[in-house]
């Protein structure tokens, strides 16, 4: 679970004869990720696409168009078929004949209403004028320009200007200037006003009436336009299922017919390498031997170790068997001397095998599958490289427990549940997949720690029922119970201890691929650092922390039902400062030896020794984020059904009313009387207030106590030993989803 699928490297070499049949076997087959060849070798040149290639390309190019214009989407898919050659021949050319007459048409419609809309908005101006279209051109002796402007404005400026006679009409900032004077001399003297030129539309007459008759030209081709989709819509219905297939048999076609670009080859024999599953070699060898035969050779020639170099932990020497010709897949491949520097070099696994490049293997996460949905989340930040520990399960035992403790309600519990089986049930998106059954587990110890805690939508009732009014714990929110903030304070911090500490533990075991020195000194310096300083605050020496993290004096751990009687780990102070007075604890030793280990193994680090320190107290939000939570359900409650106080605790006026509590305590432990007690009017506001400040409570459960938990996680703990940037398992295969072979 910690580490991804053992992978080893692969090699298929055989004739070129039998190459097709090869390529053929392996794809169905659907294990092996193919390394792409370098061109390093002396001899062997990348392989040319197979034929027909070009021509498969082509269609599945023009069929991808035909779905571009049609929008065929997956749910016009309908049952899977069987798609021969002579149907994709003979059914697109008469598909893709009638999709571009209607896709040209619709096209020449669009342009002739995007015209016509043109027009229409150019006319408003001109209707609001009032003036026929026919009298704003075609004078002689008059120069006629209108635009939108302030008409005192343009009367001034043309008054001071030497144009003679002239008259304005205007109407809503719309100005018609008529003028005894040249075009370009009227034009001259508005450039000092307000004034943007309008030009005058084709057509004669009213321009009302002109706009009525574009408007009913523009309802005609909308008309049109919607005849047009109507076809396309129904060519889509009949040929969506075709296409899809058409689209998937070309793909897999294409995708066979460029394999031998990634094989090494000869003029008689080709090289095929890639990484598969190790536990899953026998299974291909097998099945490719029974279907190729003996035209191909199969080995094993590495398998892959969990290191970040991803060195080979075993290999097998490659016979290439089966060339002619002198070809030089007759013998094993022996690895060239480079003629120089510049000269690429192969990469030889341990042993002198050689294989066509240093890629890494690539990555197959191997959780459980209820862990899987966390695998996403993972992937926000990169993918496990294959030398790496993968962090998902650290993430699935940590994550939902931090989310189930922040919120910790069997109300929002249950519904955080529904919401998640709902994205994992309803969806077919992966992500969304993932995310609700992230969604559930966090459901599920939201609605554990509200059992534990005995609260349904922030009432205290559960705790009745279940607990008999005495449930195991409680938030801190009430007086009486404060002392369980502190101690979820302490807690919190002892979690962040904890969970930091395994990140580096993590990092020590993947350092110890490069000695045990440079794991001593990289991660555990941070442990001792870690342990050292939490250990000096913990002891309480020289007052280094509140007392009550460590007093059970101070009621965290002392109080019911934790009376666990801790007091804190011995100060073993072992001298006193001189010139301070305060005594040096033996945890400030390991503290220091770590700093001093860290310093070895790279100086610069140093200068974030205080990580140790403020990484774990960022998990105080843990805390936070609990009573943030707890205080805006109890507001909610309050404001609707009202409480008093009695002895340091609240109590909901569910059953009686606010005068009860006032004769039995009274008037001064009335907290707020509630809504519902106060008539009608009063309830109806306050059921508004309780569903939506419930439902306000639920969404920013998500968007604090999920983003904070999620926070920790990325930040805090990832940062301590991963990087990430591992490869997909990309094999070469195809799922059909819409053709079928049968």
């Known amino acids: 679970m910690l580490r991804p699928e053992k992978m080893c490297r692969v090699s298929v070499t055989g004739s070129k004869r039998a190459m097709e049949q090869t390529i053929e076997a392996v794809h169905d087959l659907d294990m092996l990720h193919v390394t792409e060849y370098d061109g390093s070798w002396d001899g062997f040149e990348p392989g040319n696409s197979l034929t027909g290639t070009n021509e498969v390309s082509d269609k599945l190019v023009t069929v991808r168009s035909l779905q571009s214009i049609l929008d065929v989407s997956e749910e016009d898919a309908g049952p899977t078929r069987v798609v021969t050659d002579e149907a994709i021949e003979e059914q697109l050319d008469e598909v893709r004949t009638a999709v571009n007459e209607l896709d040209d048409r619709r096209d020449d419609v669009r342009d002739e209403l995007r015209a016509v809309e043109d027009q229409i908005n150019t006319m408003a101006p001109f209707v609001a004028l009032g003036i026929d279209l026919d009298l704003l051109r075609g004078y002689d002796s008059l120069s006629v320009v209108v635009g939108e402007g302030d008409s005192d404005e343009i009367e001034a400026v043309l008054t001071e200007s030497d144009i003679g006679t002239f008259e304005l009409f205007t109407e809503d900032s719309v100005v018609a200037v008529f003028a005894q004077a040249d075009e370009d001399a009227l034009q001259d003297a508005l450039v000092g006003a307000t004034f943007s030129r309008l030009e005058v539309p084709e057509g004669d007459g009213n321009p009302t009436s002109y706009l009525e008759e574009l408007e009913h030209e523009k309802q005609q081709l909308e008309s049109k336009l919607s005849t047009v989709e109507d076809e396309l819509n129904e060519l889509r219905l009949d040929h969506a299922g075709f296409l899809l297939a058409a689209e998937e048999k070309l793909a897999i076609e294409a995708q066979k017919g460029e394999a031998p670009l990634t094989f090494a080859t000869t003029e008689n024999a ?75 070099q192969e990469t030889v696994a341990d042993g002198g095998v050689i294989t066509m490049g240093d890629d890494a293997p690539p990555v197959i996460q191997d959780n459980p599958s209820g862990v899987r949905p966390f695998e996403d989340l993972v992937e926000v930040v990169n993918r496990p490289k294959y030398g790496e520990f993968d962090p998902t399960v650290a993430f699935f035992l940590t994550f939902p427990a931090f989310f189930g403790f922040m919120i910790g309600d069997l109300g929002y519990g249950l519904l955080y549940l529904a919401l998640g089986y709902g994205l994992y049930s309803k969806v077919d998106s992966d992500v969304l997949k993932s995310l609700g059954g992230v969604g559930m587990w966090a459901g599920g110890f939201t609605a554990l720690f509200g059992v534990l805690y005995g609260e349904f939508f922030g009432l205290h009732q559960l705790g009745e029922i279940v607990w008999g009014g005495s449930p195991p ?96 780990l011995p100060a073993i102070n072992l001298f006193t400062i001189p010139g301070l007075g305060a005594p040096f604890s033996a945890w400030l030793i390991l503290f220091f030896a770590g700093l001093v280990l860290l310093a070895l193994a790279d100086p610069i680090e140093v200068v974030e020794f205080l990580n140790v320190l403020v990484n774990v107290l960022s998990y105080t939000r843990l805390a936070a984020v609990l009573l943030a939570k707890a205080g805006m359900a109890f507001v909610v409650n309050l404001l609707f059904f009202g409480a008093y106080s009695h002895h340091g605790e609240f109590h909901f006026l569910i059953g009686h009313g606010p005068e009860w509590a006032v004769a039995e305590y009274g008037a001064e432990a009335i907290m707020f009387p509630g809504l519902v007690h106060s008539g009608i009017a009063g309830a109806l506001v306050g059921v508004l207030i309780l569903v939506i400040g419930h439902l306000l409570v639920l969404v920013l459960g998500i968007t604090s106590a999920g983003l904070q938990g999620v926070r920790l996680e990325y930040v805090e703990f990832f940062g301590k030993f991963f990087e990430g940037g591992g490869k997909r398992y990309n094999p070469f295969g195809y799922e059909r989803n819409y053709t079928t072979e049968d």
């Open 270 to 344: 080709f090289i095929a390498e890639g990484w598969i599953p190790n536990e899953r070699y026998e299974a291909f060898e097998r099945a490719l031997s029974s279907t190729v035969g003996d035209a191909v050779d199969i080995d094993r020639i590495e398998i892959a170790e969990y290191n970040s170099e991803g060195h080979a932990e075993s290999h097998e020497e490659v016979e290439r068997e089966g060339g002619n010709g002198g070809e030089p897949v007759g013998s094993s491949v022996d690895a060239p001397e480079p003629e120089s520097e510049s000269q690429p």
């Open 473 to 568: 714990m409680h938030k801190g929110l009430q007086p009486t119970y404060s002392g369980y903030a502190l101690a979820w304070l302490t807690m919190s911090l002892l979690a962040g201890t904890v969970h930091l500490a395994a990140g580096w533990i993590f990092d020590f075991v993947e350092n110890l691929n490069h000695g045990l020195w440079d794991a001593i000194t990289e991660s555990g310096s941070w442990l001792l650092m870690l342990f050292g300083l939490w250990a000096w605050v913990f002891s309480g020496a020289n007052g280094a922390a509140p007392d009550f993290l460590y007093t059970a004096e101070a009621g965290v751990f002392a109080g019911n039902p934790y009376a666990w009687g801790f007091t804190g």
